[in-house]
């Protein structure tokens, strides 16, 4: 266990198919780490002798059928292990079921088999499992193990996922894409690309769905949290039924004073209405905070408040957050990283933190 526990950090499996009729793959392991620069500014922190005791499950597959796991126990940085019949067209999966803590990496020829094969037929390959590979496939490239256009590849399967976890794991890495694109020429077409994705999913869910009486109709934990999952990323994407419905629903908010929105989305529908509507959304929406008593009510209408596209709004609110008695101490370290979180407010944030640091840090200590 001391390789597990005196060492820093986590280690990559790379899973590479031999050419030879042996049947035989290569296994090796090394340091896993984000930034790639720090492995030549700072060696300390990719140190080549780290070596880790790993338990490797591992199955072979085709389109139609997976095989048993075998545990393959990987102490060296490079074997090299049998693994039964594997011939160019089957593929390998290992950390099964991710019960292992470590990524896992193949040759780009057994990615690409991957894909095809949640292209066809998605349900050989178990729920768990799709999410470990979209995880591990995303989080690769980012560390620069993998071209980008990899991940993307795999994505392209997802009008087809009927499950949340799977989701849930593409969701996390596209909105952290997101925010490394948001300024580049490329950000319209990764937009694009992503919406292509979704759509089908978010047309053939919708909006929840309501009872003839008003209420709202309960579905299963798994399937509002699927519906709840495109939805986000339908509207954060810019599909504009999306932000109709979101508009749409805000407006009548507003002219009823009656708040008929679904709860589970209320935090999607208040943060699309305030980026595309007007001022007095904006108004509208800080009114409701000060007035709603329910804490978790408040929450959701306080990190609305920060998805405006108008940087005026933005800096009052993070004025507001320091100088008014409306926002709670605890809630203003909130609002400045949420406000960060918005690419128009990523500035704004950073210069108003460096600035009022002498009294946030008074505050904190209190």
Same mark, same amino acid.
């Given at each position: 266990m001391d390789r597990w526990t005196l060492q820093m950090g986590y280690p990559v499996v790379t899973i590479s198919k031999n050419d030879s009729l042996d049947n035989s793959v290569t296994i090796s392991q090394e340091h896993f780490?984000?930034?790639?620069?720090?492995?030549?500014?700072?060696?300390?922190?990719?140190?080549?002798?780290?070596?880790?005791q790993i338990p490797l499950t591992l199955a072979v597959g085709n389109s139609s059928h997976i095989s048993t796991e075998t545990i393959i126990w990987v102490s060296n940085?490079?074997?090299?292990?049998?693994?039964?019949?594997?011939?160019?067209?089957?593929?390998?999966?290992?950390n099964i079921n991710q019960t292992g803590y470590f990524r896992v990496n193949y040759d780009l020829h057994n990615w690409r088999l991957l894909i095809q094969q949640l292209m066809t037929n998605p349900t050989i390959i178990s729920v768990g499992n799709r999410a470990g590979l979209i995880d591990d496939v995303f989080n690769l490239a980012r560390a620069g193990y993998l071209p980008q256009n990899v991940p993307l590849?795999?994505?392209?399967?997802?009008?087809?996922?009927?499950?949340?976890?799977?989701?849930?794991?593409? +969701?996390?890495?596209?909105?952290?894409?997101d925010k490394l694109l948001d300024r580049t020429e490329d950000h319209s077409l990764f937009s694009d690309y992503v919406l292509r994705q979704v759509e089908?999913?978010?047309?053939?869910?919708?909006?929840?769905?309501?009872?003839?009486?008003?209420?709202?109709?309960?579905?299963?934990?798994?399937?509002?949290?699927?519906?709840? %999952?495109v939805m986000m990323l339908a509207c954060s994407f810019g599909n504009k039924h999306c932000h109709r419905q979101a508009v749409s629903l805000i407006s009548d908010w507003i002219s009823s004073n009656k708040n008929r929105i679904p709860p589970n989305v209320r935090d999607?529908?208040?943060?699309?209405?305030?980026?595309?509507?007007?001022?007095?959304?904006? %108004?509208?929406?800080?009114?409701?905070?000060? +007035? +709603?008593t329910a804490i +978790?009510?408040?929450?959701?209408?306080?990190?609305?408040?920060?998805?405006?596209?108008?940087?005026?709004?933005?800096?009052?609110?993070?004025?507001?957050?320091?100088?008014?008695?409306?926002?709670?101490?605890?809630?203003?370290?909130?609002?400045?990283?949420?406000?960060g979180r918005n690419p128009l407010g990523r500035h704004l944030a950073w210069r108003y933190f460096r600035e009022k640091w002498d009294i946030l840090n008074s505050s904190v200590s209190r």
């Open positions: 780490i984000y930034d790639t620069d720090a492995k030549i500014q700072n060696p300390e922190l990719f140190n080549k002798s780290f070596q880790w940085k490079t074997e090299t292990h049998r693994v039964g019949h594997v011939d160019g067209e089957m593929w390998l999966l290992g590849q795999m994505i392209s399967y997802l009008s087809q996922e009927t499950e949340f976890l799977p989701w849930h794991a593409a +969701s996390r890495a596209l909105y952290q894409l089908p999913k978010y047309l053939k869910f919708g909006w929840p769905a309501t009872s003839p009486d008003g209420s709202f109709m309960q579905v299963a934990y798994q399937a509002e949290e699927l519906q709840r %999952e999607i529908v208040y943060c699309t209405g305030v980026s595309l509507m007007d001022e007095d959304v904006w %108004e509208f929406i800080w009114m409701k905070f000060h +007035s +709603s +978790s009510e408040k929450k959701v209408l306080l990190e609305a408040l920060t998805c405006s596209d108008n940087i005026f709004l933005l800096n009052r609110l993070l004025n507001l957050s320091l100088t008014s008695d409306l926002v709670p101490d605890q809630d203003v370290i909130d609002v400045i990283i949420h406000v």
